[in-house]
């Protein structure tokens, strides 16, 4: 029986990759030579969408910020992956 990977698991570890190097960023912004981690662009809606059914008010927002500590923790995933 052949061991076959399971995609649940690389999409849980890219998504704790990119959760635990967004908050290593942040928290590293306010180290002077570790700054460049939290470089990154943000972007989704300006403004929430607010559907209102009269008596259920839905609200929907979306933003991602994606930064460098991010993209490290998505590689950092995909390699600890491969070698699971």
């Known amino acids: ?12 570890l890219m998504l704790a990759g990119v959760v635990l190097g967004g908050f290593i960023g942040n928290l590293a912004s306010n180290v002077s030579f570790l700054s460049w981690l939290d470089y990154g662009q943000t972007f989704g809606l300006s403004s929430p969408l607010i559907l209102d059914l009269g008596i259920l008010v839905i609200t929907f ?3 991602i ?15 600890v992956y491969r070698l699971i």
């Open 1 to 12: 029986m052949s061991k076959s990977k399971n995609s649940w698991a690389c999409f849980l």
């Open 61 to 63: 927002a979306l933003t």
């Open 65 to 79: 910020k994606i930064s460098i500590a991010s993209i490290i923790g998505i590689i950092i995933a995909i390699i």
